[in-house]
């Protein structure tokens, strides 16, 4: 069995990888890839930069990889110099080998197993995701049942550039962001876009810095609903919808320089629809607990046209 997969429509197609349920590229009209991509085995590590994966079981980090539930203290592998657990860690599900559970021309599921204890979250889990395409829309389902309540943070985690990322223009509907401290942990505390360098509630530029979470909303809601909308060269758009509460972005400052890929720092754009950072330590952030009675489910929707 061929570890790549291809997918498509008449106008979008996509491929995709078991290893870390990853996308690929993603063509639209035949165009070059909307998604930053190079050969892993040529550049070992263009994977620490997660490019395309399904990253958890919780995304973005939590500090010290320690948190509280049910009375109990539970401790996650760090990978940040032992201060954080970056994306659940060197060996979040990202780094795993998917099985392929269904195979059509325009949709493919994955699916892994998550045993009890596995990357010191409590609770034997199933998680499932599914890419579909139709039209120049790729739909990205991410699911998770689990026998023992525990906390379900997953995030799909694409480098975009519409042409080239210097002309990118981003618009996010969100009114407040998380402040981060100097281990780029949420403080805590909400603050206003408005006038700042994170304001995008009318499109700009996205500033270098970016690398925070965008306070979509307090809870995740369904159905879908728009979160951002990002310009490129020669009236390119796509425009994310999602049932998440909050949206990363992340400029790519510290992306690597690969040579013969067109990947160098800045060159593309993470925009990761996701539960809050570091939800587990924060009461006052929108759940991201999962239990046997409620299973975790995200819908995020990747709408692809141009503008003329």
Sequence with gaps: ???????????????????GARLETLHLDGGPSLVLHAD???????????????????????RGGTFDLDGRRYQMPCNENGVTALHSGPDGIDRQDWALTEQQDSLVAFRLELADGMGGLPGARQVD?????????LRLEVSMTTERPTPAAFVHHPYWRLGHASAHKLQINATHYLPIDAQNLPTGALAPVA???????????????????????NTRVEPAHPVATLTGADGLRLRIDSTEPGLQVYAGVFLPTLPGTGI???AGLALEPQGWPDAVN???????????????????????????
């Design 195 to 217: 006038n700042t360098a994170f304001d995008h509630r009318t499109a700009a530029a996205p500033h270098p810095v970016i690398d925070h979470n965008f306070c979509i909303s």
């Design 282 to 308: 924060h009461q006052g952030f929108p759940s991201v607990l999962c239990t046997p009675e409620r299973p975790y489910r995200q819908i995020t929707l990747y709408h692809l046209d141009t503008v003329t």
């Design 1 to 19: 069995m061929s570890n790549q997969i291809t997918i498509g429509s008449v106008r979008l197609r996509a491929t995709l990888s078991r290893n």
């Design 40 to 62: 892993a085995d040529q550049h070992p590590g263009w994977r620490d930069c997660y490019p395309g994966a399904i990253v958890g079981p919780i995304a973005n980090r939590v």
């Design 129 to 137: 995701v599914v890419y579909e395409i139709t039209g120049a829309t």
């Design 264 to 266: 160098e720092p800045g």
